[in-house]
Nanobody, 126 residues
């Protein structure tokens, strides 16, 4: 059973940076899509960034493109989200996710991902 654990969240000010990490265990995730989603209070969970199952990408939501960078270390079953120039609207709980079956066209769809971490809070003050 795949188990994901996020770390690295916190409270920062506008313009600051944070690096989130996702550690996977319970099996190799080399052939899994690896993603980050986020959910702000009162809003639906939204796509942030991902690598596809075949390793293409990264792909980003327009709202984070140019500010966030997704990277991975397949040898350690880990992926990372470097977040720069943070804005108050980036405030959310950030979740890492993995899927062994999601197709490329559905990569931005949260229901397509079967494995989720518990989430890490990111709060950006103005």
């Amino acid at each position: 059973q795949v188990h994901l654990v996020e770390s690295g969240g916190g409270l920062v000010q506008t313009g600051d940076s944070l690096r989130l990490s996702c550690a996977g265990s319970g099996g190799t995730l080399r052939d899994h899509a690896k993603a980050w989603f986020r959910q702000a209070p009162g809003k639906e969970r939204e796509f942030v960034a991902a690598f596809s199952r075949t390793g293409t990408g990264p792909y980003y939501a327009d709202s984070v493109k140019g500010r966030f960078t997704l990277s991975r270390d397949n040898t350690r079953n880990m992926w990372y989200l470097q977040m720069n120039s943070l804005l108050p609207e980036d405030t959310a709980v950030y979740y890492c996710a993995a899927s062994s079956s999601v197709i490329l066209s559905a990569l931005r769809s949260a229901p397509e991902f079967g494995y989720w971490g518990q989430g890490t809070q990111v709060a950006v003050s103005s």
